[in-house]
């Protein structure tokens, strides 16, 4: 687990920032995993990682918490709740892609 002293150094003074920053991170780092895994390359915007991002924390009841950053990291590391973080960004993603192919007009 990463260390209090170390948020504060990389982050500043800005704590609500500095955490909303490091969640992302983390985030970021579990999508890269998650997507090394699935054997085909996904390109997604700042607008639809953001999404992604927001729609996970709500799904997982951790939007608005105190410390998402660690209790994202905690669910990150934890077997059951890994599987599930998982199946939800595919999930996401399949429906990303079919909607994306219904806009595009593509059959």
């Known amino acids: 687990m990463l260390n209090d002293n170390i948020y504060a150094g990389v982050f500043g003074d800005s704590v609500k920032k500095g955490w909303s920053d490091l969640s992302r991170l983390i985030f970021t780092t579990v999508l890269s995993e998650v997507l090394s895994g699935i054997g085909f390359r996904v390109d997604l915007g700042d607008t639809d990682r953001e999404q992604l991002y927001n729609e ?17 990291e905690a669910a990150w590391r934890d077997p059951y709740n890994q599987s599930e973080i998982k199946e939800f960004i595919l999930a996401w993603l399949r429906k990303k892609a079919k909607k994306d192919v219904r806009a595009t007009g593509v059959i």
């Open 56 to 72: 996970l924390l709500y799904y997982f009841g951790l939007a608005g918490g105190l410390n998402v950053c660690e209790a994202l």
